[in-house]
Structure formats: structure tokens, C-alpha cells
């Protein structure tokens, strides 16, 4: 019994990151109907940023701070460099282009930094604490609960609550409408990349001291996590990002505890399989979009 607990605690943890990265996705498929295959290429640049500010100042929250800001900043530079001059008539073009971008963004970390893994430090301590006994989540883990926690209401305050979230919502989903009232549509629609280019850039950075070390690649498995938590909620559907995040987190979890950590890719892929065949609308899909 305490193992289950330990192992649903963890997954839990695990599945708040791969939350805030599902989350991103989202946001690029809700404002452009794009799946941004490049966002863990991104979230990695973004980590190697806070790498050399860290390296520089000897500041932990320098380098995190400056790794949110290149987030940004990158989101938008992607938009208005690349995908806004790419032919969004054929759905595929996005997508090569995409993986255009893993490639170069990689290629580009791997002459600078080199393809030796560097050390991803942590804030806070991994060891798990103790309660009646029972190992429990870590200052680490705490800390990914609440940056994910914040980030998620955050993205539902400025939606639901400001005028800026409901031109967004507008933009994406009736453009000309929205233009025709006024609406800086491409201007929204920049926003929306740099705001989900954020959010990979906090995610990657959550996740990365808890692998191997930071590495151009270091985010490959993560992003194919993420983006079958994005699948599992459906890509329409923030809160569905949220919720299929920790159900592949508690997923990977449990059989990596009790099946062996060689089964969780194919763990993945087989509960990415189903939600395709099952539902390929996603769990939260609307009745609408499911009938598509």
C-alpha cells in the first residue's frame, strides 16, 4: 500500500509537467491549428538559456527567470519568422516546417553546447519526504505543483477574465469575424505562440533536472508524453491537457514501478493508440468536433 501511494504521488508530479507541456500545445492548436512539434526543441533552447545565465551569475532564479523570458520571446520570434509565411492551405505544411525547426533548433545546441550532457540543477531537494512513514512527495515535486498551479489558473484568469484572453478565444477561432470587428487577429495570434512557448519553457524546465541532465535531445520522450496527454484531452480542450497530463503521468508511474521502466514507452504508445481508435477526439472533445 505504500508503494501505491508513493508510485500515485509521483505520477502525480510527473503528470503536472507533462500537464503545463500538453498545455502548450493547446494553446498553438487552439490559436492556429497547428500540433507545434517543434515545442521541445524550443523548451530545451530555452533551458540551455537559463544554463548560461546561471553559469554567468551564479543564480539559479536568474537563469529560470531568463529561460521564461526566452520562452517568450521565442514563441513570438517562430511566429512572425517562420509559420506566419507558411502556406496554412495544406495541414501538412506546418508540420514539416515543425520538424524543420527540431532539426535546426537541435543542430544549432549541439554546435554551440556541444552533445554532452550538462547538469540540470534543482532548486529544491528530490529526496521524498516522510509522512507516518510513508515516502511522500519532495520540496521538488511541491515546487512543480505550484509553478504548474499557477500557470494554470493564470491561463484560465486571462481567458476568462480579461478583455486581451476573449480577443484571443476570437482570433482563433472566427479570424475574419474578428478582423472585421476590429481585432488584431496576428497580432493575437503572436501572443498566443509566445504565450505557449512560455509554458514549454517552464515545463522543460521542471522536467529536465529530473532526467538525465540537459541535452539538445533531452526533451524527445517528453514531448511524445506530453503530446499524448494533449491527445488524451483533446487538443481543444485545456482543462483536457491538464487532465490527460497526470493520467500519463500516473500512468508512466505505475508501470514503471511495477512493470519496469523499459515498458513505459510502449506504455505510452499503446494509450496513445487506444484514444485514436476509442475517441480520436480526445476525452473532452466536443460532440462536434468528435463527429469531424
Do not use: C, K
Request: proline fraction near 4%.
Amino acid at each position: 500500500m505504500d508503494r501505491f501511494v508513493f508510485l500515485t504521488l509521483d505520477g502525480l508530479s510527473r503528470g503536472a509537467v507533462y500537464a503545463a507541456f500538453a498545455l502548450a500545445l493547446v494553446l498553438i492548436w487552439r490559436a492556429a491549428r497547428i500540433v507545434n512539434f517543434a515545442q521541445g526543441a524550443m523548451a530545451v533552447a530555452t533551458a540551455y538559456v537559463a544554463y548560461s545565465v546561471s553559469a554567468a551569475t551564479g543564480s539559479y532564479w536568474l537563469g529560470f527567470l531568463a529561460a521564461l523570458a526566452a520562452g517568450l520571446l521565442l514563441g513570438a520570434a517562430v511566429d512572425l519568422a517562420v509559420m506566419r509565411f507558411v502556406d496554412h492551405r495544406s495541414p501538412l505544411n506546418p508540420v514539416i516546417v515543425a520538424l524543420g525547426l527540431v532539426l535546426l533548433i537541435q543542430a544549432v545546441l549541439g554546435m554551440v553546447y556541444g552533445n554532452e550532457f550538462l547538469p540540470a540543477e534543482a532548486p529544491f531537494s528530490r529526496s521524498a519526504l516522510t509522512v507516518a512513514g510513508v515516502a511522500v512527495l519532495s520540496p521538488y515535486d511541491l515546487f512543480a505543483f505550484a509553478a504548474v498551479g499557477v500557470v494554470v489558473v493564470g491561463l484560465a484568469w486571462i481567458f476568462t477574465r480579461t478583455a486581451v484572453g476573449l480577443r484571443m478565444r476570437a482570433a482563433a477561432f472566427a479570424p475574419e469575424v474578428s478582423r472585421l470587428l476590429g481585432v488584431n487577429v496576428g497580432g493575437m495570434l503572436t501572443l498566443g505562440w509566445a504565450l505557449a512557448s512560455g509554458v514549454g519553457a517552464l515545463a522543460g524546465m521542471l522536467v529536465i533536472p529530473t532526467e538525465l541532465g540537459l541535452h539538445p535531445h533531452a526533451m524527445d520522450l517528453v514531448f511524445v508524453s506530453a503530446f499524448t496527454a494533449a491527445v488524451v484531452g483533446g487538443l481543444d480542450s485545456p482543462p483536457g491537457a491538464v487532465v490527460g497530463g497526470l493520467a500519463v503521468g500516473l500512468l508512466l508511474s505505475y508501470v514503471s514501478g511495477y512493470a519496469g521502466s523499459d515498458l513505459t514507452p510502449l506504455a505510452v504508445l499503446v494509450l496513445l493508440l487506444a484514444v485514436l481508435l476509442v475517441r480520436p477526439g480526445g476525452l473532452f472533445a466536443p460532440v462536434a468536433a468528435r463527429r469531424v
